[in-house]
């Protein structure tokens, strides 16, 4: 199983992003489960909405934070995240 | 109320325990044998207050539980002020009682999910083992909390009476859509440890069992994920107890104790403290009772010296007490451990019950049991 890059991406219906105050970072909660998340990981979360595919995706994080050359580790974070549960097709 | 050096980690973990009330009667309860003498029972009020501090300290995955937490009538109303708070929430069910029309005023208050009990793959089995006929229920259950679009987990307890069926509620899990299926090995705590000798498998019963789980996993990898509870009496490292005492995990028992863990309230000295005396946040940092095993300081040989302790911790206290009779010494699963030998005995013994022709039978968690007991 693996990301294709036409589809688009949306984050798992039995997960949940959300910011923690008390540990000033984003994590993704499930059953019995929690997983902290960085800065990064979390924006590209964010964005997985069921309304982008990954290259619409590293187009507007590149624009977000003027930078370029996102596509590598954005597709590597999203097979992890793919593998985990978080994100579905 | 002992202070503390450093600042320690935040509680992340919330196990409410509303209720000790339940229609089960499993043998293997982790609830204390005299809970029929706790009966009292902290209000609506005081929960909600409980949840807002515990929260404000950093607690986020929030488990109802007891007994049986659908007995209480104001659940939607804890829920809701859970959901609010922005925990996410755990149903910890029998699934007894819990009828569509309630699943539906759950999840409009905003339950995150619900885990579901089943005793065993055969009505009989799970009937005679939860003292109450309850199979047909569980098994709608399961059915209505797919059909309402929770995750669905299903929490099978395995113990000597059920093992022999681990690919039947294997199926039967695949079958009923899990999502996630929790085979809890039994932890011989509260009524589990009173029916030991006849809940505990024999070696070779746990390995065959244990073959047949992997190999499931495997086959089921993607759809339904497995978790499996190993039963440390078989192996020879303890579990890390509650991930380090008062680290992570807090407990609030149904009349307002504050627990570092299940069966703290057992261990001698300790004080739990009542959520309606102090804050969470007294509890938390300041308690005698969650400060009793932070750190290593308490520790004896071989634990203090091992270098393995930042792993495990030296174990459970609880059962390092109830089986050596001293709540700091090495918890006896380990090998390590000097009393190594009681796990040994407590092995034979429940392979000569299973061996016999007359076993005693097993005793039901039932106020009445719980009574004659204590």
Known sequence: ?89 | MAGSNNKPTPPRWLLAELTYKCPLQCPYCSNPIDYAAHKSEINTEDWKRVLTQARKMGAVQLGFSGGEPLTRPDLPELVQHARQLGYYSNLITSGYGLTEEKIIQLKEAGLDHIQVSIQASTQELNDHLAGTESYQTKKEVAHLIKKHNYPMVLCVVIHRENIHQMTQILEMAEELGADYLELANTQYYGWAHTNRDLLLPTKEQFEEAEAIAQAYKEKVAGKMKIYYVIPDFYEDRPKACMNGWGTTFLTIAPDGVALPCHSARDLPGLDCPNVNDYSIEEIWNESKAFNFFRGNEWMKEPCSSCDEKEKDFGGCRCQAYMLTGDMYSTDPVCSKSPDRHVIKEALDSARESALSNDEKPLIFRNSKNSKRLS
């Open chain 1, 1 to 89: 199983m693996s990301i294709n890059p036409e589809l688009p991406i949306s984050f798992s219906p039995t997960h949940r992003l959300q910011w923690e105050e008390a540990q000033q970072k984003d994590v993704i909660l499930y059953p019995e489960g929690m997983v902290e998340l960085n800065q990064s990981s979390a924006e590209i979360l964010k964005l997985c909405d069921g309304t982008r595919n990954t290259s619409q995706l590293v187009t507007e994080l590149e624009e977000k934070f003027s930078t370029s050359g996102l596509t590598n580790d954005v597709n590597s974070f999203l097979e992890v995240a793919l593998q985990n549960g978080w994100i579905q097709q």
